[in-house]
């Protein structure tokens, strides 16, 4: 038995979030009922399970895609402006992938693509601390004070940033190019970093996700990742499962109960 969201990400019909918003919006049916509620449990090999009409099977072939997306694609399956998505780039792949996260319309780079929606969620979750390194092409003065901001921190929409790896690494056309290691996925959050230091982004590449890392992969060109990639993003998926085992609500208690007992030796010492 599993729930039915895991069901339709496993069989790669879409990430597990995606599947919970097809589930909420009363596209996913279980032996002809309609189902709307998350946390649903369905048998695989007896439960008769429809996205749309079309039934499901969990026997799809998993495929683990690496591409150099280019400036001007949305990292969407479609998308209702008509704007040229990163599918157009892996279409002659027979599967039914779709991108892991999002990298901006006007940002290059490392982008991973798979029907495997289990680790999709994982790889993208908070939790997992996964990191990303770009290397940006900046204009304005970029100082060591700029640095160290960077690595402290900085507030982005009213929110303070964690802490960035931040390294010069050469000169360009517009000014600078830095490399910057982040480990949050907020919208456009890179540029907005170095425009909170009154540095404009020029030209943005991801070059490293979860350990993978671009290499020569030439610019609109994919490949598949080998198996010893495979296995180190499933190491990265077990380590945040076995990181998370505590439930948060025993974190809290424990949380609680340090704070009670410094006051208590506070108050002892005051004593």
């Given at each position: 038995?599993?729930?039915?969201q895991?069901?339709?990400?496993?069989?790669?019909?879409?990430?597990?979030?995606?599947?919970?918003?097809m589930?909420?919006?009363?596209r996913?049916?279980?032996?002809?009922?309609?189902?709307?509620?998350m946390?649903?449990?369905?048998?695989?090999?007896?439960?008769?399970?429809?996205?749309?009409?079309?039934v499901?099977?969990?026997?799809?072939?998993?495929?683990?895609?690496m591409?150099?997306?280019?400036?001007g694609?949305?990292t969407?399956?479609?998308?209702?402006?008509?704007r040229?998505?990163?599918?157009?780039?892996?279409?002659?792949?027979?599967?039914?992938?779709?991108?892991?996260?999002?990298?901006?319309?006007d940002?290059?780079?490392?982008?991973?693509l798979?029907?495997?929606?289990?680790?999709?969620?994982?790889?993208?979750?908070?939790?997992?601390?996964?990191s990303?390194?770009?290397?940006?092409?900046?204009?304005?003065?970029?100082?060591?004070?700029?640095?160290?901001?960077?690595?402290?921190?900085?507030v982005?929409?009213?929110?303070?940033t964690?802490?960035a790896?931040?390294?010069?690494?050469?000169?360009?056309?517009?000014?600078?190019k830095?490399?910057?290691t982040?480990?949050?996925?907020?919208?456009r959050?890179?540029?907005?970093?170095?425009?909170?230091?009154?540095c404009?982004?020029?030209?943005?590449?991801?070059?490293?996700?979860?350990?993978?890392?671009?290499g020569?992969?030439?610019?609109?060109?994919?490949?598949?990742?080998?198996?010893?990639?495979?296995?180190?993003?499933k190491?990265?998926?077990?380590?945040?499962?076995?990181?998370?085992?505590?439930?948060r609500?025993?974190?809290?208690y424990?949380?609680?109960n340090?704070?009670?007992?410094?006051?208590?030796k506070?108050?002892r010492?005051?004593?």
């Amino acid at each position: 038995m599993m729930r039915l969201q895991k069901f339709l990400a496993n069989a790669g019909v879409a990430s597990r979030r995606a599947a919970e918003k097809m589930i909420s919006e009363g596209r996913v049916s279980v032996n002809g009922e309609i189902i709307r509620e998350m946390g649903v449990q369905i048998d695989e090999d007896y439960d008769t399970i429809e996205v749309d009409g079309a039934v499901v099977k969990n026997n799809e072939k998993k495929y683990y895609i690496m591409l150099n997306k280019p400036v001007g694609f949305v990292t969407t399956v479609s998308d209702d402006k008509d704007r040229p998505t990163v599918m157009e780039l892996v279409s002659d792949i027979s599967a039914r992938i779709y991108p892991v996260g999002r990298l901006d319309y006007d940002t290059e780079g490392l982008l991973l693509l798979t029907n495997d929606g289990d680790l999709t969620f994982k790889i993208t979750h908070p939790r997992h601390d996964i990191s990303k390194t770009y290397v940006a092409e900046v204009t304005g003065n970029i100082t060591m004070d700029t640095i160290l901001q960077l690595r402290r921190g900085v507030v982005v929409d009213g929110q303070k940033t964690s802490p960035a790896e931040v390294e010069v690494v050469g000169a360009t056309q517009y000014g600078t190019k830095v490399e910057i290691t982040i480990h949050e996925g907020r919208n456009r959050q890179v540029r907005k970093m170095f425009e909170a230091l009154g540095c404009i982004v020029k030209k943005l590449k991801r070059t490293k996700e979860a350990g993978l890392t671009l290499g020569h992969l030439p610019l609109g060109k994919w490949r598949k990742l080998s198996e010893s990639e495979v296995n180190m993003l499933k190491k990265i998926e077990a380590a945040g499962e076995k990181k998370s085992s505590v439930p948060r609500r025993q974190k809290a208690y424990a949380r609680k109960n340090t704070k009670r007992t410094t006051a208590k030796k506070q108050v002892r010492k005051n004593d």
